[in-house]
């Protein structure tokens, strides 16, 4: 059973940094994993895409050059690192995992996600 569990979530003050691990189990194929975050009374938002390898990611425009995304294959864990935060930046982050390989800005385009991690920023 593919399992993702997302940690490093917390409180931050606002020009912060913060990063979430996304640790994976169950997937037997190369897979692409995404982040994505999801305010109270908004819709969930594209954060960041990376492929199996690593070699290509995507980051959506709300997060571009503030948030990285990166993995490593051999502990089978992605990151976020989250720089430059800001208080509209508090959100649940979940990782999600497409064994498909479409390398998406969409949710439903991933077929399993983690729990979620909430990151507060204060200020």
């Known amino acids: 059973q593919v399992q993702l569990v997302e940690s490093g979530g917390g409180l931050v003050q606002a020009g912060g940094s913060l990063r979430l691990s996304c640790a994976a189990s169950g997937l037997t194929s190369r897979y692409d994993m995404g982040w994505f975050r999801q305010a109270p009374g908004k819709e969930r938002e594209f954060g960041a895409v990376?492929?199996?390898?690593?070699?290509?990611?995507y980051h959506g425009n709300s997060v571009k050059g503030r948030f990285t995304t990166s993995r490593d294959i051999a502990k089978n864990t992605v990151y976020l690192q989250m720089n430059s935060l800001k208080p509209e930046d508090t959100a649940v982050y979940y990782c999600?995992?497409?064994?498909?390989?479409?390398?998406?800005?969409?949710?439903?385009?991933?077929?399993?996600w983690g729990q979620g991690t909430q990151v507060t920023v204060s200020s």
């Open positions: 999600a995992a497409d064994p498909r390989g479409r390398f998406s800005r969409r949710s439903i385009d991933y077929d399993y």
């Open positions: 990376i492929s199996w390898s690593g070699g290509s990611t």
